[in-house]
């Protein structure tokens, strides 16, 4: 059974730093490609930032820059750093973690990021 567990939110400043982590379990491929989605009230959820099985990364424009997804070396663990938070990245972050094998995406329960004064 593959579980998905992150952790790290909470509420922060404008211009403040938040890091998030996310372990998955119980996939047969331990470099999976994973990713960190995020979704806004009234919005749809978009793929923030995502990381294949050979270390590649890729970020939407509004957060290059300014986050950073990185792995553990042959793990399913994943941290994504912000800094420079705007409150436009107030949001609840997921984890995604993808069986490519069975083609199927795994998620997390998500955690609440806030940025305000």
């Known amino acids: 059974q593959v579980h998905v567990v992150e952790s790290g939110g909470g509420s922060v400043q404008p211009g403040g730093s938040l890091t998030l982590s996310c372990a998955a379990s119980g996939l047969t491929d331990n470099r999976s490609p994973m990713g960190w989605h995020r979704q806004a009230p009234g919005e749809e959820r978009e793929l923030v930032a995502s990381?294949?099985?050979?270390?590649?990364?890729c970020y939407i424009d509004r957060v290059k820059g300014r986050f950073t997804i990185s792995r553990q070396e042959d793990k399913n663990t994943i941290r994504l750093q912000m800094n420079n938070l705007k409150p436009t990245d107030t949001s609840v972050y997921s984890c995604?973690?993808?069986?490519?094998?069975?083609?199927?995406?795994?998620w997390g329960q998500g955690t609440q990021v806030t940025v305000s004064s």
């Open positions: 995604r973690a993808t069986a490519l094998l069975v083609r199927r995406d795994y």
């Open positions: 990381i294949t099985s050979s270390y590649s990364t």
